[in-house]
């Protein structure tokens, strides 16, 4: 055969552009969606989008399964997209707009219910699953390690899938803050959980020894501590930065965008909490950033952000739905009961008890009807199902009865506590957040009885959160801000 | 320490909380700092010895919240039922507890109204206002600046147009703000 090619006229080269293209495509049909629910109004009142964008995501994947398009893998929610590409922009976003007085009001709460309810939720789930399996009421029998392993995927509260309901329903600013504040910083506890598990798998069950569990103790405060360090560390940089953009105004988002990635693939890739790294970046960030900033910029800075989390979160939760499909799955009807039942359980358990601790030493309590709200909002999502999927197969032979029944998990808490979490709200008369403009009056009492609260506190000798910011602002006044203003 | 002050007697305990609402525990515990605040041991307070606690240096309004103490007591010494008066104001706030107690939101508001209101004439005048903006911004900002704010934050309330504002305007202007959780302490039992 000695023919010769000709020129072409046209040519069709799609494997060049396939990845990309699929990419567009793929924000593309997300975003028409998105814009196609809110076109009919109905439709979002009754369900939340995430739920709308996983029923999509599922008949999308019907779709290219039937029609036998999808060659599997590459459609699938790819757990190194998710971590690299898709959960910064969300954390992030949620991060540097933190309501920073709320967040660190309510603290020591949030600190409590993220480090001790993930624990709490993590070992109750873990032994409980290994108590049913040795009684024989689950019947694959599964090692006390790999019920961990899966516990400790599992019991975490998920920033996205809290942030896709709450954003909606619109509960007051404490609540808010507290399943919110949760949710991004239990990553610590997980990320430790998580890693520890996974290790301790590969290094076997029966060679185990104590010295292993104080490692992994510590490391929990390496992780954590590391986490939120090289987040500020890069919200200090960035400030510093910032301050030298007077005449390139146009620069000026894009240092806040690349440090904030910064801060997180660092802290990735040391293992340490990228969320963290994410949140505490955000905040340290906005804090001086702002002030540097034109505000153009700053508005830009803004809009670009949600964009950014926006996508992400429509494609995460439109991926779920697809990977939902197209994977292979081992649906075990009862190990999924009994995880969904113990989540649920612990939850409520978790919440409960330290709502009553924390209660001893809160200038407002939290109700009942808080409670209630705290343990409904204990939503699953993209973060379990993707570690689910990072398991190895060779280890844990029950990867995939794992990554199937993380999905019924995640489906249940979007689906029924997302859907009914509005009705909840509303039959419970939950206190919702009022958007009001403070007034110049408001802002200048407010400010009066902070710094008068704060002498009170020092006057009676109890250091509350008023003389403790107090005592922030006087020395971010005096040494920072010379510094990075 | 001298007797006469260390003791507490019971019959003042119970007064105290008959006045303040505060419980036997809660007056003990801050008998014991106002003791270890009285450094000249007599039983009452001066203002050098507020001065002394080392945060309230920084607290830009520190004198300001030390004169209240005094406007209490209208001399130059603060014993310990005139303390323990001022506090009651920032116990919290019990849906179900009697009125009274010092501590309901009028006289939260009342309280912080008078640290403003120097002269003591019921009304906030520019130059009381501007008095106070003056120490929480520090130097940073400019006084035509501090002057603009003041005249924008008195026109935003003063609706019978005097040019002051008066303590029913005062609340008016706080009547979006949670006054009973943000001017609350929870003390210590």
């Known amino acids: ?62 779709t290219l399964f039937f029609t036998e398009t999808a060659s599997s893998g590459q459609y699938t929610l790819n757990a190194n997209t998710f971590f690299l590409f898709l ?35 993590t070992i109750g789930i873990g032994v409980c699953l290994y108590g049913m399996s040795y009684l024989g009421w689950i019947h694959s029998s599964i090692s006390l390690l790999h019920c961990f392993v899966f516990s400790s995927l599992i019991s975490a509260v998920d920033p996205v899938a ?253 689906f029924v506590q997302g859907i009914t979490i509005k009705p909840v709200v509303n039959a419970l008369k939950v206190e919702r957040a009022e958007e009001i403009d403070t007034s110049m009056n408001e802002m200048i009492h407010k400010r009066f009885i902070d710094h008068l609260m704060a002498g009170v506190e020092d006057i009676i000798g109890k250091s509350g959160h008023n003389s403790i910011f107090q005592r922030f602002d006087y020395y971010n006044d005096k040494f920072l801000k010379p510094w990075l203003l | 320490m001298g007797t006469r002050s260390s003791m507490l007697q019971e019959e003042e305990i119970s007064e105290i909380q008959r006045e303040t609402g505060f419980s036997s525990n809660q007056i003990v515990r801050l008998y014991s700092r106002f003791t270890n605040l009285d450094k000249s041991d007599q039983g009452f307070l001066r203002r050098a010895d507020f001065l002394r606690i080392p945060e309230l240096a920084i607290n830009p309004l520190g004198d300001r919240i030390v004169h209240a103490f005094f406007q209490e007591s209208a001399t130059d010494t603060v014993n310990f039922r005139q303390f323990m008066r001022v506090l009651a104001r920032f116990r919290p706030v019990k849906k179900t507890a009697t009125k009274n107690k010092l501590n309901d939101r009028e006289e939260k508001l009342k309280f912080a109204f008078k640290m403003y209101d120097l002269d003591g004439d019921n009304m906030i005048s520019r130059d009381e206002l501007l008095n106070v903006l003056h120490m929480m911004v520090g130097a940073n900002i400019s006084d035509d600046q501090l002057g603009s704010i003041a005249d924008r934050t008195i026109s935003e309330v003063d609706l019978d147009k005097d040019e002051n504002i008066s303590f029913e305007e005062f609340v008016k202007a706080m009547e979006r703000v949670d006054v009973e959780q943000k001017m609350s302490i929870r003390f210590l039992n």
Request: charged residues 15%; aromatic residues 14%.
């Open chain 1, 1 to 62: 055969t000695n023919q010769t090619h000709r020129y072409k006229l046209v040519s069709f080269k799609f494997d060049h552009v396939e990845v990309p293209y699929v990419i567009c495509l793929w924000i593309l049909l997300a975003c028409i969606a998105k814009i196609g629910f809110h076109l009919y109004d109905k439709l979002p009142h009754v369900f939340p989008e995430s739920c709308l964008l996983i029923t999509l995501g599922i008949l999308v994947g019907v």
């Open chain 1, 87 to 121: 959960l910064p922009p969300i954390i992030y976003d949620a991060g540097y707009h933190m309501p920073n007085r709320a967040f660190f009001n309510n603290i020591g709460t949030i600190l409590l219910l993220a480090v001790v309810n993930t624990l709490w939720n």
């Open chain 1, 162 to 414: 809290v942030l896709a309901i709450f954003e909606e329903i619109q509960v007051n600013e404490i609540l808010y803050i507290i399943v919110f504040g949760e949710s991004l910083l239990n990553d610590g506890v997980t990320v430790v959980l998580y890693h520890m598990m996974d290790g301790f798998t590969e290094i076997g069950e029966s060679n185990l020894q104590i010295v292993d569990f104080v490692t992994g103790f510590a490391q929990f405060f390496i992780v954590v501590f590391g986490g939120t360090l090289i987040g500020v560390v890069y919200g200090l940089v960035g400030a510093f930065i910032t301050k030298y953009t007077d005449h390139v105004r146009v620069l000026e988002p894009l240092f806040v965008f690349v440090l904030g990635y910064l801060a997180y693939l660092t802290a990735e890739s040391m293992e340490l909490s990228g969320i963290l790294a994410l949140t505490f970046g955000g905040i340290v960030m906005r804090h001086y950033s702002e002030l540097n900033m034109a505000k153009k910029s700053t508005t830009t800075v803004k809009y670009f952000m949600k964009m950014l989390a926006n996508i992400s979160e429509t494609i995460i939760f439109m991926f779920l739905g697809l990977s939902t499909v197209i994977d292979s799955h081992d649906f075990r009807p009862d190990f999924v009961l009994f995880s969904l039942l113990f989540c649920l359980v612990f939850r409520v358990t978790g919440v409960m008890m330290l709502s009553w601790l924390v209660n001893q030493r809160r200038l407002i309590r939290l109700s009942a009807i808080d409670q209630f709200i705290m343990s409904y909002g204990g939503l699953r999502g993209g973060i379990a199902f993707c570690l689910a999927l990072l398991l190895n197969a060779e280890h844990i032979p029950e990867r995939q009865m794992f990554v199937t029944t993380t999905t019924v998990i995640v489906f249940f808490t979007v």
